[in-house]
Each structure stands twice: as C-alpha cells, then as structure tokens.
C-alpha cells in the first residue's frame, strides 16, 4: 500500500516488568500503570510478570479461565479504552499486551511462543515467553524472561537467553526474535552485582551511589564481551536495584540469607541493524530511519511490597512511517440501533483482503476486554443480505440486540489473519420502549454469548450449520 509522504506517527509504549513471588494483585496499579500521568496518552500497555502463582490446581485453573492477574489488568486497563490484545503463559511467566482501540486495525501478524529452559529444557519454571506482531506494519517482538537465579550462573543465563533467542515462532515466513525490527527484552534477568561485598554495595546504595556499582553489574559487564548482546540498549540504572526486599517494605533482605542487592529487574531493547544486511553502505538510509525508539523514563516502584521484587517499568516513544495506512475493513451501524427491530452493518474491503466464510462481526461494549468478550456476532456471509461492488449488508437479529442499550462499537474479525482488521466508532443503542422483564434483564447483565460462538483460533468443526 503506498504510504509515500505520510507523516510519522509516534505511540506511547509503557512496560512493565515484575516478579509478583506468587502473591495476588495489589488493591492499586495506578502509579505502576502511570495512569494519572499528565503527559501523552499511552497508545500500547505490555505487561510482563514472573511467578506467578503456578500451584498445579491454581495453574490448571487458569489454563481454563482467565488467571487473576488477567483479569486484574484487563478490569482496570478496559474502561479506559484498553483491549487485551495478546497474552501468553508459561508456569509462571505471564505476558499480557493492551491496546488502544483505534489500533487495533493497524496490528497483525500476533504469534507467541514459549521456551522452557528449566531442567534442560523440560521444565518453564525459567525460560521466555514472546509475542510478536506488525504494527503499522514494522515487526516488533517482546520477550519477557525468567533466568537463573544466583550470583555464580551467569553463564548459565546468557546460554539460557542465547536458546531462547534462537527459537522460532510457528509458521512460515515469520522473522526470528532478532530479525524483528525492535525487540524489547526483559523480565527477571537474575544478573547480580559481581566483586562487591554486601556491605559497601548497601553503603553505596544507601549513598545513592549507583554508578559506583554499574561496571560490576554482570549484564553491563556482559554487554560489553558478548557479541550478540552489544546492540541492546538500556537506561541508566539510577534506582535503586530492585531485589531483594522485605515484604511490605523497602528495607533490602534481613533474613539469615541476607542476599546482596542487585538489578535484577530490566528492560532493554534492540533496533534491527540493517546495514548488516546490506550489500554497500548506505544501501538502506531511507529504511534505517522507518522506525525509532526513545527512552523516556526508566524507573522502579518502591511502593509495591507484594514481593521480594520491585517492579520496573519503562516508557518509549516508538517513532514510525506507517507501511499500512488504511485498515483492510471498514465499517459502520446503519441506522437507528434497537431492539424493536433487527438492524443493518454495512462494510467495505480492501480489494486485497482475505475475506473467509468464517470471518464475523462482533457487536462489543466500547468497554470489552477482548477479542472474545463479545455481546453477539454476526457471520459476514451467513447474514449477509445484500452485496454491491463497494460495500455489503450484514443484519443482526432484534433477539440478540441488548434492550437496556448503551454505547457500543462494532469489530470485524479476520479468520484468516486471526484479529481484528475494523473497528467502528462508538455508536449508541436505544433502550427498549417495552417493559423488560427481570429475566431478560440478568441475562443482559451477564452478557451470555451464543452456544455456536465464532472460534478465533479457526476450529471449523464446532461451527454450526457447515
């Protein structure tokens, strides 16, 4: 698609990085979340946690429903017009990405994968856990790791995160983690403060002396020798490291283990180099700068005490020339929306797009969690009823239109790409002017789904009538 002389576009990326030590949510995240900030509003949420609490009832619990973790960003994250976008899970390790609605089109191409590295490999009590996507069409890759712990395994951490490196996500013609265009890196890295004893690092710590400690970090130091990790970047570490605390306070470790503070916590991340790829220099200086990545703040929370950890958090401007401009469906409500009457959605495609049969409309609360919290769907052929060179016709039957009414918005879910490709903007359903019944009203309330509901993960054999 022809995007030549489109401005950049600048999103606000905030993300979080946090072993949890198996506890449950806090009561508040607003200062985590920076949600009183003054400043731009943030365009993309990635959450990474490490331990959380992976019991084998609690975690077959969860493979099953929502964990609380989940279900505690996405009630906090969706009112402010957050949708969890994707999510991956691995024992403890836990990735969560939110996003602003109006993004939604913009992003495809969402893979995750998992890497156990515990145990030789046979056990995700350590290893990664990533998504990857397109968003504007630039490749972006997350990765949130738990490495081993303990002073002395620091080459068992770079072998470790050198394995998880080199995974592949599933499918063809998906980049590695490297060959994305940015690549975010974090998590509970275990990287400890070498040489120094205990005393002068609390000293100097206490001083807020931290650069005295910043050439005997082993990730610093690491950064420096190993090859593949010279291109990560990362902000000054000028909070104080992150582990390891008394519970419910900011007094470093007082029991008989007294582990020496460290950064264990971080966030880094990497821009592709494409001048690797090129055959002369200067092959690419109109690539180089498709996208850029700034650091705005990099700071921890003291104030959580849930954990033996404090949490990190890192906020960028992603700076981009959009390679998509123009989202493949575009769609809208026609007319007045009741439920005294069935009612019309009329869309238009891009002439490139990869309708399928199994592609569906989904009638949302402008204050959904995601893809799957939907109130009802339409199938765009199945209820099609009328059809012209640029647009189509989809009803909704009056039955499954909610009768208290509301502000809603209208998603058009790709089978084939496996998302969100259109979203409307947010439009108003009228209450019904008939008496409704208490019955009627728990159910809406309840927001049950259909029994033949769509299959985002593309299983065929549960759809009804085919």
């Not at 946090?18 to 607003?30: E, K, M, Y």
């Not at 929370?301 to 890192?314: E, N, Q």
């Not at 039955?399 to 089978?415: D, T």
Request: charged share 25%; aromatic share 12%.
């Amino acid at each position: 698609m022809e995007t030549a002389g489109l401005p950049s576009k600048e999103l606000r990326l905030h993300l979080v990085t946090w072993n949890v030590g198996t506890a449950s949510p806090p009561p508040d995240v607003t200062s985590l979340l920076q949600l009183n900030s003054l400043g731009p509003t943030t365009d993309m949420y990635v959450i990474g946690l490490q331990e959380v609490n992976s019991k084998i009832t609690k975690f077959l619990s969860d493979l099953a429903f929502d964990d609380p973790w989940s279900i505690f960003f996405m009630t906090v994250l969706s009112p402010l017009g957050y949708v969890k976008l994707s999510s991956v899970r691995m024992q403890g390790l836990l990735l969560l990405i939110f996003v602003k609605h109006a993004h939604l089109p913009f992003i495809r191409g969402i893979h995750t994968h998992y890497t156990r590295t515990g145990l030789f490999g046979y056990w995700g009590n350590k290893g990664g856990v990533s998504v990857r996507l397109s968003l504007f069409g630039h490749t972006i890759c997350f990765m949130n790791c738990h490495l081993p712990a303990h002073i002395e395994n620091t080459e068992q951490r770079l072998d470790d995160f050198e394995k998880i490196l080199e995974m592949q996500f599933e499918g063809d013609g998906i980049p590695s983690p490297l060959d994305h265009e940015v690549l975010f890196w974090f998590g509970d890295l275990n990287f400890r403060i070498a040489d120094y004893g205990i005393h002068f690092v609390r000293e100097t710590i206490k001083n807020k002396r931290f650069s005295l400690l910043w050439d005997k970090d082993q990730l610093n130091m690491a950064k420096k020798k190993e090859e593949f990790l010279k291109e990560f970047k990362e902000g000054p570490l000028q909070f104080k490291p992150t582990y390891k605390f008394d519970l419910y306070s900011d007094v470093y470790d007082t029991s008989e283990k007294k582990r020496k503070p460290a950064w264990t916590d971080r966030i880094l991340w990497k821009l592709k180099n494409l001048s690797e790829v090129a055959s002369k220099e200067d092959e690419f200086p109109e690539e180089e700068n498709q996208i850029s990545v700034t650091l705005n703040n990099y700071i921890s929370h003291m104030s959580y005490g849930i954990s033996d950890h404090k949490p990190v958090t890192g906020t960028f401007k992603l700076e981009m020339k959009p390679l998509v401009s123009e989202p493949l469906v575009v769609l809208s409500p026609e007319g007045e929306w009741c439920a005294e009457h069935d009612v019309l959605i009329r869309y238009s495609a891009v002439p490139e797009f990869p309708s399928s049969a199994w592609d569906w409309i989904g009638l949302f609360q402008v204050t959904f969690r995601h893809v799957k919290d939907y109130v009802t769907y339409a199938w765009v052929q199945d209820d099609e009823i009328s059809s012209c060179s640029d647009s189509k016709e989809v009803y909704m039957s009056a039955s499954e239109i909610p009768k208290m009414g509301g502000e809603f918005l209208l998603c058009y879910y790709s089978n084939n790409l496996h998302s969100i490709v259109g979203i409307s903007e947010p439009f108003q359903i009228q209450c019904s002017q008939t008496p409704i019944e208490d019955d009627v009203l728990e159910e809406e309330c309840s927001w049950l789904q259909k029994h033949d509901n769509p299959k985002s993960d593309g299983d065929s054999e549960n759809r009804k009538g085919i």
